[in-house]
């Protein structure tokens, strides 16, 4: 593609020839770019890039062109309008984006890792509970697996009473001795 002076891109770019549309953007682009990025907050970069203001402009500048019939007179009348039309269009952006962070506020570093740090166990955590179920369900005879069942899905013991016919009474005796047959369970293990 060879390069034409800007004013013969002008020229063609005011008769709709998108291949000059192309031209003329590639060589305005990096000065509105540079002209966004010198407003651009670090906050800011962080909701919306100097191209995406760019691209808005172009956009609007094509529409200009094909629909509305604009004409410049040459390229100096372009780039100032080009300028003007960029600042108008980072504005906008601000406009958008002013609420937001007005009401941003950053985390410390406490609360990032309360937030990044997850309230499920630990695969051995997991592990460790599934050998006590099975050393329980050991222990338990069947009859008493359901008051068993129950409180490991976290029912209350009047919950468990009510859903097995069990008193109250009963049910926390049966818990109880399970209690203590696991601990005779594990001071035995830890006897060998």
């Not at 329980?136 to 097995?164: D, I, N, Q």
């Amino acid at each position: 593609m060879s390069v034409e002076p800007l004013d013969a891109l002008l020229q063609k770019l005011t008769t709709g020839d998108d291949a000059a549309a192309e031209q003329v953007f590639r060589s305005y682009e990096p000065y509105l770019r540079m002209v966004v990025r010198r407003q651009l907050s670090p906050d800011l970069r962080a909701k919306f890039d100097s191209m995406d203001v760019v691209q808005s402009v172009w956009l609007h500048m094509l529409k200009g062109f094909r629909e509305a019939g604009w004409r410049f007179t040459d390229t100096a009348h372009l780039r100032a309008f080009l300028v003007q039309l960029t600042r108008h269009r980072f504005i906008d952006r601000l406009r958008r984006h002013r609420t937001e962070l007005a009401r941003e506020q950053p985390m410390a570093l406490a609360e990032v890792e309360e937030v990044l740090l997850a309230d499920d166990p630990q695969p051995a955590e997991i592990l460790q509970a599934d050998e006590l179920w099975e050393q329980l369900l050991e222990l338990c005879p069947p009859a008493h697996r359901e008051v068993l069942r129950l409180k490991r899905e976290g029912a209350l013991t009047s919950e468990v009473a009510a859903r097995t016919g069990l008193h109250e009474g009963s049910v926390r005796r049966i818990l109880n001795t399970l209690s203590r047959r696991l601990a005779h369970l594990r001071t035995e293990k830890t006897r060998v």
